[in-house]
């Protein structure tokens, strides 16, 4: 494998929603949509969602389905009470899926013990539907790749999944080795077919010239904020995950654990090496939260740093290395205790005090949420980008929010960034009306424009309904790790709204930067 270490409303200026499926639609025959989970949106625009479908022919075995909307047209991938065909076992369950940008998709699914080749050992499963056709991925009961080490590995379950553009899988997984205790590992798909072990605790590892053992994988972590776009996988297949190495003592040193960070190459990685950043633990230790990587293989994470010159007023920084795998460029983007940047990009009258986990582009740009304290300021938190290329402060906590309701920004809940545009955020306002939760984006004038809040009325196959509530940015389970909710490359979203008579609707907001 090979690897690179680091130590570790509306505004008229927005495209109006527009409905992708509703409850009532019909979906195959006279089967319609009653419910749906956590909708997920490609770069072509098509969306999935599992559905439950009813109507006079539904039976309770084949109630669940994964549907995909591409132009207005829904296609049922699979349904429970189908049979695979790859194990002629029958399909009792499945999960929310995602898609690539490209537009390949994954579930968990179950399969029902008694059917086909189907144990309860060997009932759940990773399926990935690519080119119309639908393949097996890993499942449980079934060998898991290893080192060709006795005793041999065997998948328990599945935890943590995610998919890149070119259909290649990423999961963590409980593996059983006969005599050992159960164990998490990560394991990722070949570019030219199959899988291998890409991770494991109490793997024994060299690193900065300290031999020990892997402690934690530090993949696929579900971050607070930023959690609504994928960091361990890039599009392109490169990953990155920042596990803990608890080394060796040795006879001059008693070595605590330290962090690092492994890049891996898309490119069927077998061979391992590296580079450092600082020389932890013996002078300058970076520990590391999850970094976060793009398609230019450039890594950017939220680190606390001990040694000389950092106190704990100025000692966590966010930071990025570009061309990871070449050794490239490492800088700091922001640090507390330096001056916070102002709405203008000029340094203002505060100071970082505390720093978010940050998010990255495939333009190189960076969004993140940080705590400031100064003359007019304690503690207020705000969220900093430099998308248009001025890092410069896009709004704060006590603002008043753009789309004329009055309201002042109270909660910031989650923030993306994608290529075009500036960074999208939900939040919630406070007003004379109460607490609102809503949905904003930087357009390409630079200005802040609300997007969605309750109580907004949408257009419902013809007639206005009163929204609610919305869902965006959801995390299903087994799914942490992957982007569903926003296209990166063109920055459409998807969301599901919730109406005061219980109906609700999938729609889609296609370019909102525009």
């Given at each position: 494998?090979?690897?690179?270490?680091?130590?570790?409303?509306?505004?008229?200026?927005?495209?109006?929603?527009?409905?992708?499926?509703?409850?009532?639609?019909?979906?195959?025959?006279?089967?319609?949509?009653?419910?749906?989970?956590?909708?997920?949106?490609?770069?072509?625009?098509?969306?999935?969602?599992?559905?439950?479908?009813?109507?006079?022919?539904?039976?309770?075995?084949?109630?669940?389905?994964?549907?995909?909307?591409?132009?207005?047209?829904?296609?049922?991938?699979v349904r429970t009470g189908d049979v695979d065909p790859v194990t002629g076992a029958v399909f009792d369950q499945l999960s929310d899926p995602i898609l690539s940008n490209t537009g390949v998709l994954v579930f968990l699914g179950g399969l029902k013990p008694g059917t086909g080749d189907a144990t309860k050992r060997n009932s759940s499963g990773i399926w990935k539907y690519q080119n119309g056709q639908l393949s097996l991925i890993a499942r449980t009961g079934?060998?898991?790749?290893?080192?060709?080490?006795?005793?041999?590995?065997?998948?328990?379950?599945?935890?943590?999944?995610?998919?890149?553009?070119?259909?290649?899988?990423?999961?963590?997984?409980?593996?059983?080795?006969?005599?050992?205790?159960?164990?998490?590992?990560?394991?990722?798909?070949?570019?030219?077919?199959?899988?291998?072990?890409?991770?494991?605790?109490?793997?024994?590892?060299?690193?900065?010239?300290?031999?020990?053992?892997?402690?934690?994988?530090?993949?696929?972590?579900?971050?607070?904020?930023?959690?609504?776009?994928?960091?361990?996988?890039?599009?392109?297949?490169?990953?990155?995950?920042?596990?803990?190495?608890?080394?060796?003592?040795?006879?001059?040193?008693?070595?605590?654990?330290?962090?690092?960070?492994?890049?891996?190459?898309?490119?069927?990685?077998?061979?391992?090496?590296?580079?450092?950043?600082?020389?932890?633990?013996?002078?300058?230790?970076?520990?590391?939260?999850?970094?976060?990587?793009?398609?230019?293989?450039?890594?950017?994470?939220?680190?606390?740093?001990?040694?000389?010159?950092?106190?704990?007023?100025?000692?966590?920084?966010?930071?990025?290395?570009?061309?990871?795998?070449?050794?490239?460029?490492?800088?700091?983007?922001?640090?507390?205790?330096?001056?916070?940047?102002?709405?203008?990009?000029?340094?203002?009258?505060?100071?970082?005090?505390?720093?978010?986990?940050?998010?990255?582009?495939?333009?190189?740009?960076?969004?993140?949420?940080?705590?400031?304290?100064?003359?007019?300021?304690?503690?207020?938190?705000?969220?900093?980008?430099?998308?248009?290329?001025?890092?410069?402060?896009?709004?704060?906590?006590?603002?008043?929010?753009?789309?004329?309701?009055?309201?002042?920004?109270?909660?910031?809940?989650?923030?993306?960034?994608?290529?075009?545009?500036?960074?999208?955020?939900?939040?919630?306002?406070?007003?004379?009306?109460?607490?609102?939760?809503?949905?904003?984006?930087?357009?390409?004038?630079?200005?802040?424009?609300?997007?969605?809040?309750?109580?907004?009325?949408?257009?419902?196959?013809?007639?206005?309904?009163?929204?609610?509530?919305?869902?965006?940015?959801?995390?299903?389970?087994?799914?942490?790790?992957?982007?569903?909710?926003?296209?990166?490359?063109?920055?459409?979203?998807?969301?599901?709204?919730?109406?005061?008579?219980?109906?609700?609707?999938?729609?889609?907001?296609?370019?909102?930067?525009?």
């Amino acid at each position: 494998m090979l690897a690179y270490f680091l130590f570790t409303t509306s505004s008229s200026a927005i495209s109006v929603p527009l409905l992708v499926a509703a409850k009532g639609d019909s979906v195959v025959n006279e089967e319609t949509l009653y419910a749906a989970g956590s909708p997920a949106i490609d770069g072509s625009g098509n969306v999935a969602f599992r559905a439950v479908l009813e109507g006079n022919a539904v039976t309770a075995e084949k109630r669940v389905a994964i549907v995909v909307y591409s132009n207005g047209v829904p296609t049922v991938v699979v349904r429970t009470g189908d049979v695979d065909p790859v194990t002629g076992a029958v399909f009792d369950q499945l999960s929310d899926p995602i898609l690539s940008n490209t537009g390949v998709l994954v579930f968990l699914g179950g399969l029902k013990p008694g059917t086909g080749d189907a144990t309860k050992r060997n009932s759940s499963g990773i399926w990935k539907y690519q080119n119309g056709q639908l393949s097996l991925i890993a499942r449980t009961g079934t060998k898991a790749p290893d080192f060709g080490v006795p005793p041999e590995s065997f998948f328990v379950s599945f935890d943590q999944i995610t998919v890149n553009d070119w259909g290649g899988v990423i999961f963590t997984a409980t593996i059983e080795r006969s005599g050992l205790k159960d164990m998490q590992a990560l394991f990722a798909s070949h570019f030219s077919g199959g899988l291998f072990l890409a991770e494991f605790p109490r793997e024994e590892i060299t690193a900065f010239g300290f031999p020990g053992l892997v402690a934690g994988l530090g993949a696929l972590k579900p971050l607070p904020h930023v959690c609504g776009q994928g960091r361990t996988l890039a599009g392109n297949g490169d990953y990155v995950l920042s596990p803990v190495l608890r080394a060796f003592p040795s006879d001059q040193y008693v070595l605590r654990p330290f962090h690092f960070a492994l890049v891996f190459a898309k490119n069927d990685a077998d061979e391992f090496g590296g580079g450092e950043v600082g020389s932890p633990p013996l002078q300058t230790q970076f520990k590391l939260h999850e970094p976060i990587i793009n398609n230019s293989n450039q890594i950017v994470f939220q680190t606390t740093i001990v040694g000389e010159g950092f106190a704990p007023t100025n000692n966590t920084v966010i930071a990025t290395l570009t061309n990871a795998l070449a050794y490239g460029l490492f800088q700091f983007l922001a640090r507390t205790g330096d001056a916070a940047p102002d709405a203008s990009g000029a340094a203002g009258d505060s100071t970082f005090s505390t720093l978010g986990d940050p998010i990255l582009n495939n333009n190189g740009r960076i969004a993140f949420l940080a705590g400031v304290h100064g003359p007019k300021h304690s503690n207020t938190l705000g969220i900093w980008s430099d998308a248009d290329g001025i890092m410069k402060r896009i709004v704060a906590e006590g603002g008043i929010e753009p789309g004329g309701s009055g309201g002042k920004f109270r909660d910031f809940d989650q923030i993306v960034l994608p290529d075009v545009g500036g960074v999208i955020i939900e939040a919630e306002v406070g007003g004379s009306d109460g607490r609102k939760q809503g949905l904003w984006a930087v357009a390409e004038n630079g200005a802040l424009e609300r997007l969605l809040m309750d109580g907004d009325t949408l257009d419902f196959h013809g007639s206005l309904k009163t929204m609610k509530r919305f869902h965006i940015f959801q995390i299903p389970p087994h799914f942490a790790g992957q982007t569903r909710s926003f296209d990166p490359g063109s920055g459409s979203l998807v969301f599901e709204a919730f109406f005061s008579d219980d109906s609700w609707g999938i729609y889609r907001i296609t370019n909102p930067s525009e």
